[in-house]
């Protein structure tokens, strides 16, 4: 887990989460996203519905604490799921399965618990981005999506 200052402004906080993740300006003009599948790179075609996804995905990570590591892809795809679904991005149902079922193998607790948090929350997939949710405080960003504490 991470944990932002709840009075730091998200604009601020997903810098720094881009910082601590090594991802630059987040590669939302990349044309291909470079992941790995253990050492294997893949890249992904940074299509236009996945940028508007990733954004939006991004400050769940601000919201929720869940970090990058396997695991932490995995309790963000499962509270994202408990918290509504992914909305119009069909085309990342396989990303969040895969991320979901390697974390119930790594860690079915913190999964479920992930996925237990997520309902009664309120993901923001629902919600087209834009800059004024980058001008909001993390607070303001949890009580948005109804964040449920651990």
């Known amino acids: 887990m991470i944990s932002y200052d709840s009075k730091m402004i998200v604009l601020e906080a997903r810098q720094k989460y881009f910082d601590e993740n090594n991802f630059g300006d987040g590669g939302y003009n990349d044309k291909f996203l470079k992941a790995k599948l253990g050492p294997i790179p893949i890249y992904i075609p940074n299509t236009q519905n996945r940028l508007r996804g ?6 769940h ?12 892809e995995a309790e ?9 679904g992914i909305g119009i991005y069909k085309t990342a149902i396989l990303y969040v399965l895969l ?7 790594i860690s079915p607790r913190a999964v479920c618990r992930a996925y237990k948090r997520g309902k009664g929350s309120q993901n923001l997939f629902d919600i087209e981005f834009s800059d004024d949710l980058l001008s ?15």
């Open 76 to 84: 963000i795809s499962a509270w994202e799921m408990g918290a509504g």
């Open 54 to 59: 990733v954004k939006l995905h991004d400050l």
């Open 99 to 105: 991320a979901i079922l390697t974390g119930l193998f």
């Open 136 to 150: 909001l405080t993390i607070k303001e960003l949890r009580e948005k999506v109804q964040l449920k504490e651990t």
């Open 61 to 72: 990570h601000l919201a929720t604490g869940y970090d990058t590591s396997l695991l932490g």
